[in-house]
């Protein structure tokens, strides 16, 4: 009899981090719990080496170009039967528990198709990966200072440095870097849509799961580390938060039509350059330096969003 759960890592040159994700997957495979799969995506760091030598118990697929994420997971999807499916990023690690939590949480919430654990960073903070669609009202709302109206309005719109971290709830959508998704709801909406080659494709998967009347489920009892990042860091440094934003936008436009992506972008642009001539003013009759830093922030922030208006063009 197949393992419940379908274990799809995605890994592109990081080789170490890799091994440590593996690692912490081994008991689940181990108990049976789980198969481990993972897609290396034309790594040179030896990744796909490290695997064959190292983890013979992991089924591997050395791809000799870069698939991306989405369509790697379908990859595994394709080759695999268990009712639940895994998508993971290579710079994660599962604390012992955290399937049997996920798994659970999804017998609890027959309605969920998508289970999301607790991100923690590496110096013992929670990550901030569970979030509120991207639409004009929430924009609005965030840029408007939500929290200051109503903590439980910014709760329920997981705000950052706003939201219970430890309440269990349904969010609109949660991070990819691991994910629980039941493979009939997956399997039901075509999985990954390979057009969201990286980023957005976890929004994008929530979405079309929401219209057809499932829904995500946050489970903070499920720990899992993550180093955030690793591979799209060494692939575009800086430019990260850019491709990041820009594919948000593309995904509003795909989805939601060309108004609400100029829409989106316009708020949040000028709630940014907002706040840019609010903490100018500050600056000004402040000898403090943290007003100047603060204006900076949301100047990057202001030009992250209006370099995205020109996606809402396409």
């Known amino acids: 009899m197949s393992a419940p759960v379908s274990i799809a890592v995605v890994s592109w040159n990081t080789r170490e981090l890799l091994g440590a994700c593996l690692r912490s997957m081994q008991p689940e495979h181990e108990a049976g719990r789980a198969e481990i799969w993972v897609v290396d ?166 979405w079309r799961l929401r219209r057809e009347g499932w829904a995500t489920r946050y489970e903070p009892t499920a720990t899992v580390r993550h180093a955030v990042s690793a591979s799209t860091t060494q692939a575009w440094g800086d430019e990260r938060a850019q491709r990041s934003m820009a594919a948000s936008y593309t995904w509003i436009l795909r989805r939601r039509g060309r108004l609400a992506a100029w829409s989106v972008a316009a708020i949040n642009a000028g709630g940014a350059a907002a706040r840019v001539l609010g903490f100018e003013v500050l600056a000004r009759l402040s000898s403090s330096t943290a007003p100047r830093q603060e204006s900076d922030r949301w100047r990057w922030h202001m030009r992250l969003h209006r370099s995205s208006l020109r996606v809402t063009r396409i």
């Open 41 to 206: 995506n034309a790594s040179s760091d030896g990744s796909a080496e490290m695997v064959r030598a190292e983890f013979a118990w992991v089924s591997l697929i050395a791809s000799e170009e870069n698939l991306g994420f989405g369509p790697a997971v379908n990859l595994i999807a394709e080759r695999s039967s268990g009712p639940w499916l895994a998508a993971a990023n290579a710079d994660v690690e599962l604390t012992p528990g955290a399937l049997d939590a996920l798994i659970e949480a999804g017998r609890r919430d027959p309605a969920a198709a998508i289970i999301a654990p607790r991100l923690v960073l590496r110096d013992g903070r929670t990550q901030h990966s569970v979030h509120p669609f991207p639409k004009m009202s929430t924009s609005l709302l965030l840029n408007l200072s939500v929290e200051r109206l109503s903590s439980t309005l910014a709760d329920r719109l997981c705000v950052i440095g706003h939201w219970d971290e430890s309440r269990r709830r349904r969010v609109d959508w949660a991070h990819g870097a691991c994910l629980l998704v039941r493979r009939s709801a997956f399997e039901a909406v075509g999985g990954f849509d390979p057009k969201q080659w990286l980023y957005a494709e976890d929004i994008d998967l929530a």
